[in-house]
C-alpha cells in the first residue's frame, strides 16, 4: 500500500503474497466477465520533474474527473476523456495549504473536501479551489484525527471520516459537527484495523475499506455492522491490503485490492464476479491501484500509483455470468 511508503516512523504494509494451490483452466479464465479498458491517461515522467502520488478519485455528476496528488500536494481534475482542466493546492501548514492529502469527496452543494493524513484535518474547497474552512487536529476526541485516509460524502451532506492508526471512523455536519464516532482496533465486526478509504452507497449504506484485516465492512450510517467480505490472500474473492471500494446501485462492489495490484468485482452478497487485471492484461495492468470511482455513465475510474496513471474502465454488464 503506497500510501505509508513515504511516512517516517510509521509501520509498513506487509505484501507477502501466498499462492493458493487451486487453478482455473485458460477456457475457464477467459469466460468470466470482463472490465473492459475505456481509456488511459497520465505517466510516472522521471523528465518532468515532478513526483506525482495518485490516491482517492472522485466523479462528480457532470462526469469532472476529481484526483488527489499527494506527492505535490494538489487536487487534479480532468474531463471523462483525460482533458486536463484545473488544478489547485500547495503544501504546507497555513489554512488552505496540505501536508499528505490522501482522499477526497464532492459534496451536494459543490464541496471538496479533502482528508489530509499528514495535518490530521479536512480541508474543504469550492469546485473552483477556492478555500473554504477546515476542521480537525491530532487527537483521539470527537473532531479530532489520527491520520485521516478516508472521506466521503452521502446525498445529505453528512461527512464521513475514516482514520488509519485510529482504528475508527466518524461521522460529521458539512461544517464539521460531530454527528458520531464508531470503532476500535480489533477484527470483529464494527472493529476496525488500519482503515483506508470509506464510500457511501446510493442506499446510503457506509462500506468501508479495512486494510489490514482485508475485507471490506459495510455498516450504516450509525455504526451498526451490516455485513464483511474478504480473507487475507490471492485467490478469487479475497484480498490484500484493500484500500478503496466504490458501489453501483446494485451493491455490486468494485474494490481497489492493492497488494494483489488488482481490482476485483464482488457482488452484493460478497460472491466474486471478475478481476482486472485478468492474466493477460498486458500492458493494461494496473500496478498498486489507491482509489476507484464510478462516474454517472457506470464507468470505473482507476488511480495508479505506481504508474502515475489513471485508468477508464467498463465494468462487466449487470446481466453477464
Known amino acids: 500500500m503506497a500510501l505509508l511508503a513515504s511516512t517516517p516512523g510509521r509501520i509498513a504494509l506487509v505484501l507477502a503474497l501466498a499462492l493458493p494451490a ?3 483452466s485458460q477456457e475457464e479464465l477467459s469466460a468470466q466477465p470482463a472490465y473492459e479498458v475505456m481509456a488511459v491517461w497520465g505517466d510516472l515522467d522521471a523528465a518532468s520533474g515532478e513526483v506525482r502520488s495518485l490516491q482517492g478519485i472522485e466523479v462528480s455528476e457532470s462526469g469532472e474527473v476529481y484526483l ?77 484525527f489520527d491520520s485521516p485516509a478516508g472521506v466521503a460524502t452521502d446525498a445529505r451532506g453528512s461527512v464521513y471520516v475514516t482514520e488509519f492508526y485510529g482504528h475508527r471512523w466518524q461521522k460529521f455536519t458539512p461544517d464539521g459537527k460531530s454527528l458520531g464516532l464508531w470503532g476500535e482496533s480489533g477484527h470483529e465486526p464494527g472493529q476496525l484495523h488500519y482503515p483506508s478509504k470509506v464510500t457511501v452507497a446510493p ?41 478503496d471500494v466504490a458501489v453501483d446501485a446494485d451493491g455490486r462492489m468494485h474494490v481497489a485490492d492493492s497488494a494483489n495490484r488488482r481490482v476485483q468485482l464482488l457482488a452484493a452478497d460478497g460472491s466474486f464476479i471478475a478481476e482486472w487485471p485478468v492474466p493477460d492484461a498486458g500492458e493494461h495492468g494496473v500496478q498498486t491501484p489507491q482509489g476507484v470511482a464510478l462516474g454517472p455513465d457506470g464507468s470505473l475510474y482507476v488511480t495508479d500509483n505506481a504508474a502515475g496513471r489513471i485508468y477508464r474502465l467498463r465494468p462487466p454488464r449487470r446481466n453477464e455470468p
Not at 474547497?125 to 487536529?137: A, K, M, P, V, Y
Not at 446510503?204 to 471490506?216: E, K, L, Q
Not at 464483511?228 to 484493500?242: N, V, Y
Request: glycine share 16%.
Open 22 to 24: 487451486l487453478s482455473l
Open 68 to 144: 488527489v496528488d499527494a506527492g505535490n500536494c494538489r487536487i487534479e481534475v480532468f474531463s471523462e476523456e483525460g482533458v486536463p482542466l484545473r488544478r489547485w493546492g500547495r503544501c504546507g501548514e497555513e489554512p488552505g495549504e496540505m501536508g499528505r492529502p490522501i482522499d477526497l469527496a464532492l459534496g451536494s452543494h459543490g464541496e471538496v473536501y479533502v482528508a489530509d493524513f499528514l495535518r490530521d484535518r479536512i480541508t474543504v474547497f469550492d469546485r473552483e479551489g477556492r478555500f473554504l474552512r477546515q476542521w480537525g487536529s491530532a487527537g483521539h476526541e470527537p473532531g479530532e
Open 203 to 243: 442506499d446510503g449504506a457506509v462500506y468501508i475499506a479495512d486494510a489490514h484485516n482485508h475485507r471490506i465492512q459495510k455498516l450504516d450510517g450509525n455504526g451498526a455492522p451490516l455485513g464483511a467480505w474478504g480473507t487475507s490472500g490471492t485467490w478469487f474473492g479475497q484480498l490484500q491490503d484493500p484500500v
